[in-house]
């Protein structure tokens, strides 16, 4: 599976990591990107939060002299044998935590409407053997997102978060002829889903999402406005890489999990 690495750059780090952060000497004149895998470049501009899993490990890992990549030590692996790093099938290792540590830290998400960023946030289903276990969160375009949100807005205390980072503005990206210019409300709408441990209901929205968008969608946003889906996909994709803010992920076949077990 070929993903986009988009890369996150970590703007304010969150109160329980910035100790360890601003301890650790190795980090001192390194940029940290939180490295978000993804499937959809096309939906960028309507990124709100970016997600992890609270229960996972993490860690931040040194590319060269300048940038470090924050994500899963499996993910670190993968890229350092992809010629990622500076030094092919090494990957230095300079903090590690658990994603609960992480929410609230605030990062640029790139071609994002949110520019002066946006939060990092819990969600409960991210897998660790997938991607990078960053997932960037656009709740326009994906129903896995837009469940874990509403939720999130809903116990706000129990997540130990603030309200409004959950409650960034949603805009349309994508037209399409059967779901609107908000294809993910509208199939939680349409299938009743309530939660996002509604596994099943999610997974078919999900796909339900992934087709029209792609067959049938116009980008609503962006430098390719008005420009089918199929069509512009690649070359936000390529937007991203030019500029620097993104980079071809590749997940070996054979270790990936769905979703669905
Ligand atoms: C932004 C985005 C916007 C995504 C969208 C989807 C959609 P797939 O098809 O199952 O491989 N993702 C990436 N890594 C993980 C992980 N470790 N755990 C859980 N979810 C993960 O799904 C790839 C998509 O799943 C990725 O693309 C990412 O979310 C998420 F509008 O990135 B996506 C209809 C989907 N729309």
């Not at 960053?134 to 326009?140: A, D, L």
């Not at 949100?149 to 309200?163: S, V």
């Amino acid at each position: 599976l070929e993903y986009t690495g988009v890369k996150l750059e970590v703007l304010e780090w969150g109160s329980d990591v910035k100790e360890l952060i601003s301890s650790t000497k190795e980090l001192e004149g390194i940029k940290v990107y939180m490295v978000a895998a993804t499937l959809r470049p096309e939906t960028m501009y309507g990124q709100t939060c970016c997600f992890v899993g609270p229960k996972i490990d993490y860690g931040i890992f040194k590319v060269n002299e300048k940038e470090a990549y924050l994500c899963t030590p499996r993910a670190a692996r993968n890229m350092a044998f992809q010629r990622i790093f500076e030094e092919e099938g090494k990957f230095p290792q300079l903090a590690s935590f658990q994603g609960s540590a992480l929410i609230g830290t605030l990062v640029n998400a790139p071609l994002s409407v949110h520019k002066d960023g946006v939060r990092i946030l819990p969600m409960e289903t991210v897998l660790a053997t997938k991607g990078t276990g960053v997932v960037t969160c656009v709740p326009s375009d994906s129903p896995d997102d837009y469940a874990t949100i509403t939720d999130l807005a809903k116990k706000p205390e129990y997540y130990k978060i603030q309200k409004e980072w959950a409650e960034l503005e949603i805009v349309p990206i994508i037209k399409t002829p059967t779901y609107g210019d908000m294809a993910a409300p509208f199939l939680i709408k349409e299938l009743k889903i309530a939660s996002p441990k509604d596994k099943d209901a999610l997974a078919k929205a999900k796909e339900l999402a992934y087709k029209e968008g792609f067959y049938q969608g116009i980008m609503l946003i962006g430098e390719y406005k008005d420009m089918e889906v199929q069509k512009a996909k690649p070359l936000v994709r390529e937007k991203l890489i030019n500029e620097g803010l993104a980079f071809v992920y590749n997940e070996p076949e054979g270790k990936v999990i769905s979703r669905s077990g």
